[in-house]
């Protein structure tokens, strides 16, 4: 990292909070604010043209949503800090934005001192969340707490299928079943990991290490 001040950038769709933000800030030793953006595209055109050393980043943004803007700016400019600045509390968000490249998670609520001290720990190469978040992240989850879905050998057979990226027909195909049968398989795994998607089915299979 340079040794002159860090050029951040300030990603939030509301206009009030990268005010507060840039107030904040001008009084650090080791920050200059080079502008604020409304939103992903706006700061990824910036990117492409100029060198931006940290970014303070909102979760929920028009268009791109910030968990997939951390992938997008690691994939444009690997040595970019990014540091989550959310009112999202949901442990997988908090999680999901770290596994895209952030390398930190607080919330709008935390104090300045959180907010340097998780610039100085991220400047190391370090991951930092503030201290509600730590909370949030050191609780069991729904699904720890209920010990894993009990699956039949059906259904592992199907997830390890999905989770290879074959369609409904695909495994219809393979294991010599009807379409409407896989599918109704899939509504079972999704009912019983209590998530919303096949996304979220494969990702909460892979946590609790059943692929």
Same mark, same amino acid.
């Given at each position: 990292?340079?040794?002159?001040?860090?050029?951040?950038?300030?990603?939030?769709?509301?206009?009030? /909070?990268?005010?507060?933000?840039?107030?904040?800030?001008?009084?650090?030793?080791? /920050?200059?604010?080079?502008?604020?953006?409304?939103?992903?595209?706006?700061?990824?055109? *910036?990117?492409?043209?100029?060198?931006?050393?940290?970014?303070?980043?909102? $979760?929920?943004?028009?268009?791109?949503?910030?968990?997939?803007?951390?992938?997008?700016?690691?994939?444009?400019?690997?040595?970019? $800090?990014?540091?989550?600045?959310?009112?999202?509390?949901?442990?997988?968000?908090?999680?999901?934005?770290?596994?895209?490249?952030?390398?930190? *998670?607080?919330?709008?609520?935390?104090?300045?001192?959180?907010?340097?001290?998780?610039?100085?720990?991220?400047?190391?190469?370090?991951?930092?969340?503030?201290?509600?978040?730590?909370?949030?992240?050191?609780?069991?989850?729904?699904?720890?707490?209920?010990?894993?879905?009990?699956?039949?050998?059906?259904?592992?057979?199907?997830?390890?299928?999905?989770?290879?990226?074959?369609?409904?027909?695909?495994?219809?195909?393979?294991?010599?079943?009807?379409?409407?049968?896989?599918?109704?398989?899939?509504?079972?795994?999704?009912?019983?990991?209590? /998530?919303?998607?096949?996304?979220?089915?494969?990702?909460?299979?892979?946590?609790?290490?059943?692929?």
């Amino acid at each position: 990292m340079p040794t002159d001040k860090l050029r951040t950038a300030l990603v939030d769709d509301h206009p009030i /909070v990268i005010e507060g933000l840039k107030m904040l800030l001008q009084n650090e030793e080791n /920050v200059k604010v080079v502008g604020g953006f409304g939103n992903g595209d706006t700061f990824l055109a *910036y990117l492409k043209q100029n060198r931006v050393d940290l970014v303070l980043l909102d $979760i929920t943004l028009p268009g791109i949503n910030g968990m997939d803007l951390c992938k997008m700016i690691k994939n444009e400019s690997l040595t970019t $800090i990014i540091l989550v600045l959310s009112n999202h509390t949901e442990r997988s968000i908090i999680m999901q934005t770290i596994q895209n490249g952030a390398s930190g *998670y607080l919330l709008k609520n935390s104090s300045v001192d959180e907010l340097r001290n998780c610039i100085s720990e991220a400047l190391k190469g370090n991951i930092c969340f503030s201290k509600e978040v730590i909370d949030i992240i050191s609780r069991p989850s729904k699904n720890q707490l209920q010990g894993r879905p009990q699956l039949t050998r059906r259904e592992k057979q199907i997830l390890a299928l999905l989770a290879e990226g074959k369609t409904s027909q695909n495994i219809a195909d393979e294991l010599f079943l009807s379409p409407l049968t896989v599918d109704t398989h899939r509504k079972n795994l999704i009912q019983k990991f209590e /998530v919303k998607n096949v996304a979220g089915l494969i990702m909460a299979a892979t946590q609790q290490q059943l692929l």
